[in-house]
């Protein structure tokens, strides 16, 4: 994918998750069974995911560079990240601390909503900053997939908003 591709479906998974969110009441925002995330959690925790790739793309690029260095191999395409984070995932790998999120209320989903469609908005127009090259070159770190070159870590933002509307869909198809 090149960029304009990639700000489009980062965009677009973000966006669905939102108006999914937007359709839900309060009783199915804070809706939980056996431990599951509520959907106000999962939206929690997609900003808590979403915000240090944009810190991570307004840097200025020798600051990824020093830190976590350049990659010698070929970014992996997007079914190779999703599968790649799937399969962690049914290692039993979990969110780490910092991207677990605090219960919810409801009266916090405008707020939420807005912070999180403007990270992606603000992420989207950082891209145009990386040509396709440097995308492929400097690497991030990963909590759970350990470094991943930019366009890895986009692969998995566009993935990880996918991941988890399903999972908030799933925990009120139990209800």
């Known amino acids: 994918m090149n960029n304009h591709q990639i700000a489009n ?8 998750f939102l108006e999914f969110i937007s359709s839900l009441s309060e009783q199915n925002f804070m809706f939980s069974i056996d431990g599951k995330w509520t959907a ?4 929690d925790h997609l900003i808590r995911g979403v915000l240090p790739i944009k810190m991570a793309f307004s840097l200025p690029k ?3 560079d020093l830190l976590f260095g350049k990659t010698d191999r070929n970014s ?25 999120p605090p219960s919810i209320s409801f009266d916090k989903r405008p707020e939420l909503k807005n912070k999180l469609l403007k990270t992606v908005e603000r992420l989207c127009q950082k891209l145009d900053n990386f040509s396709p090259q440097q995308l492929d070159e400097y690497l991030l770190p990963h ?3 350990g470094k991943l070159t930019m366009r890895e870590m986009l692969y998995f933002t566009m993935y ?16």
């Open 9 to 16: 479906k980062l965009f677009e998974n973000h966006q669905n």
């Open 40 to 43: 106000g959690q999962q939206l």
């Open 62 to 64: 020798m600051i990824p």
């Open 76 to 100: 992996r395409d997007y079914d190779a990240i999703v599968t790649a984070y799937q399969g962690k995932l049914a290692a039993g790998s979990k969110a780490s601390k910092r991207f677990i």
């Open 143 to 145: 909590p759970i997939l």
């Open 160 to 175: 990880h908003a996918e991941h988890h509307h399903r999972a908030a869909l799933h925990n009120l198809e139990m209800k």
